[in-house]
């Protein structure tokens, strides 16, 4: 799904219309990369695998500082509102001339100072109860970026998944959705009505929203609320099993035992990714099990 067609599901998400047999170039297959090392003898994700479950992290740990933060200028927006308010009172002359008063302005500022803190820990609070699985699309099977940033350097896995699969068995209350891709930040937290479009563009804004710089990517993502976790770095939830897996072509013998033991026990394919002689492509060879 190219960017113009994810800004048309966003804005068709906003307007509640999605519809499952619309032609939004669906993705057949949905990708995700896992780290191949090990913490005290154990991979979460191998682990979360086994137990046919998904990992749900917190945007704390994520790359990206922007990925679902509240970044606006408070204060501004804030004084915004009070003008707005202002020039609703009184004549334009009249309100121009009360904004520009001395003790006004200073009234304002205690005003905005008082709240400003309480802004924050909300928002803070909100954030700490976000979690998300991030997805990326079949055709970045073969990204020698994608394997090295998210998969230990071509060390770890890659897991495929059916994307329909998915969109049946997502539970309530969860979203899987491609982020769009945006030059500008337009974020806007404070003027939400809670009517139901200012909701939905919320939601897209805070966690399906990214920089075009991380547009290589080619993101869905998976997203809950869920304050029984709060503040933790993640969790696990149950999923659907995988159909294929495939192996960097650096995965050491240790984690290849271990997905061609899962991969028997639960009749998934298994493949190698390897390094394409006399080019730079990436291919893949099916392992037999």
């Not at 669906?26 to 979460?44: D, Q, R, T, V």
């Not at 979360?48 to 740990?61: F, Q, T, Y």
């Not at 803190?117 to 803070?124: L, Q």
């Not at 394997?147 to 896995?157: C, D, L, R, T």
Request: net charge positive.
């Amino acid at each position: 799904m190219d960017n113009k067609m994810r800004y048309k599901f966003h804005q068709d998400f906003i307007s509640n219309v999605i519809k499952i047999n619309e032609v939004y170039e669906w993705p057949k297959s949905l990708i995700k990369f896992c780290n191949g090392s090990y913490s005290s003898e154990k991979n979460n994700y191998l682990d979360a695998l086994e137990k046919d479950m998904l990992w749900m992290s917190s945007p704390i740990c994520f790359n990206d500082p922007f990925d679902c933060a509240i970044n606006i200028n408070y204060e501004k927006i804030k004084f915004e509102q009070y003008s707005k308010t202002t020039h609703l009172l009184f004549e334009e002359k009249a309100a121009e001339e009360f904004l520009n008063r001395t003790d006004v302005k200073s009234l304002f500022n205690k005003l905005v100072k008082l709240h400003k803190f309480n802004f924050m820990e909300n928002a803070k609070n909100f954030c700490n109860n976000v979690f998300v699985s991030c997805f990326s699309e079949i055709s970045n099977l073969s990204s020698l970026r994608m394997w090295s940033h998210y998969a230990n350097s071509h060390k770890g896995f890659c897991l495929e998944y059916d994307f329909f699969e998915i969109l049946k068995n997502i539970s309530q209350g969860q979203h899987i959705l491609p982020i769009f891709y945006s030059k500008n930040y337009n974020f806007d937290y404070l003027r939400i009505r809670k009517s139901n479009i200012e909701l939905r563009k919320f939601l897209l804004d805070f966690a399906f929203t990214k920089s075009n710089e991380w547009e290589y990517e080619k993101e869905w993502r998976l997203f809950s609320i869920n304050e029984s976790h709060a503040s933790k770095t993640g969790y696990l939830i149950t999923f659907i099993r995988p159909k294929k897996i495939y192996l960097g072509c650096k995965a050491e013998n240790k984690l290849k035992e271990q997905l061609i033991s899962i991969c028997k026990k639960k009749k998934i394919e298994l493949y190698q990714i390897y390094m394409e002689i006399g080019t730079y492509n990436l291919l893949y060879r099916k392992i037999d099990l």
